[in-house]
């Protein structure tokens, strides 16, 4: 890897620090080649402190270290994308990221829709809302509900209509994050029991 730390006069390249796992963008920060060399061997992000003019270990003092993961650098050359392991928050006043963001998984539309679906559950009361209804009619209804998208599905892999199966497949999917919040759940817990098992 060919870092150009010529470009700028001061010899600092600009890091950008992502959550490996998350894909949150958790803090900027800046290096020269000796923080790199120190970030590569100790295997914990090291940055060069402007305002302190030395190189500085992030959670040196906090414990709240940022643990290496992977490097890339980009297309000029001239700034670095740090993968990470964090160890508690990122910011020093106390938040996941720097820019006071909650550092959580996000699925896209599949987080926008658990929101959805919560919100609905929480507005039991509402006589047009199909997700108030099954949850007024509990678990049972709800499980009954995805045992029978799930034999669907079943059906239609075995046929050749794609439509069909993808359709069968989205009504399984939506009625499987009803039933995890029926239970008290949302995806997030079934990705840590998945990445437990990758171990």
Same mark, same amino acid.
């Not at 010899?11 to 490996?20: C, K, S, T, Y």
């Not at 049972?140 to 239609?156: D, F, L, R, S, Y």
């Not at 794609?162 to 008290?184: M, P, R, T, V, W």
């Given at each position: !890897?060919e870092?150009?730390?010529?470009k700028?006069?001061? &010899?600092? /390249?600009p /890091?950008?620090?992502?959550?490996?796992k998350?894909?949150?963008?958790? !803090?900027l *920060?800046y !290096?020269?080649?000796? %923080?790199?060399?120190?970030?590569?061997?100790?295997?914990? /992000?090291t940055?060069?402190?402007? +305002?302190?003019?030395?190189l @500085?270990t992030? &959670?040196?003092?906090s414990g709240?270290? =940022?643990?290496?993961?992977d490097i890339?650098?980009?297309?000029?050359?001239?700034?670095? =994308?740090?993968f990470v392991?964090?160890v508690?928050?990122t910011?020093?006043?106390g938040?996941?990221?720097? @820019? *006071?963001? +909650?550092n959580?998984?996000?699925?896209?539309f =599949? +987080?926008?829709?658990?929101?959805?679906?919560?919100?609905?559950?929480?507005d039991?009361?509402?006589?047009?809302?199909?997700?108030?209804?099954?949850?007024?009619? *509990?678990?049972?209804?709800?499980?009954?509900?995805? &045992?029978?998208?799930?034999?669907?599905?079943?059906?239609? %892999?075995?046929? +050749?209509?794609?439509?069909?199966?993808?359709?069968e497949?989205?009504?399984?999917l939506f009625h499987?994050?009803?039933?995890?919040?029926?239970k *008290?759940?949302q995806?997030?817990?079934i990705?840590?029991? =998945?990445q437990?098992?990758?171990k």
């Amino acid at each position: !890897m060919e870092i150009d730390f010529n470009k700028n006069q001061d &010899g600092l /390249v600009p /890091v950008i620090v992502q959550d490996v796992k998350t894909k949150n963008v958790l !803090m900027l *920060g800046y !290096m020269n080649q000796e %923080a790199l060399d120190a970030t590569e061997q100790t295997k914990k /992000v090291t940055f060069y402190s402007r +305002s302190k003019q030395r190189l @500085w270990t992030k &959670g040196e003092e906090s414990g709240n270290f =940022l643990e290496l993961v992977d490097i890339k650098n980009d297309c000029d050359n001239d700034t670095l =994308l740090v993968f990470v392991n964090p160890v508690g928050p990122t910011c020093h006043k106390g938040t996941d990221t720097c @820019w *006071g963001e +909650s550092n959580s998984q996000e699925y896209g539309f =599949l +987080s926008q829709l658990e929101e959805i679906i919560t919100a609905r559950k929480n507005d039991v009361e509402n006589p047009d809302s199909y997700v108030a209804s099954l949850f007024r009619k *509990g678990i049972n209804k709800i499980a009954q509900k995805v &045992g029978e998208e799930a034999v669907e599905t079943v059906i239609e %892999a075995k046929d +050749s209509n794609d439509e069909l199966f993808l359709n069968e497949s989205a009504d399984l999917l939506f009625h499987y994050l009803i039933l995890l919040q029926s239970k *008290g759940y949302q995806l997030n817990d079934i990705v840590k029991v =998945l990445q437990e098992r990758h171990k």
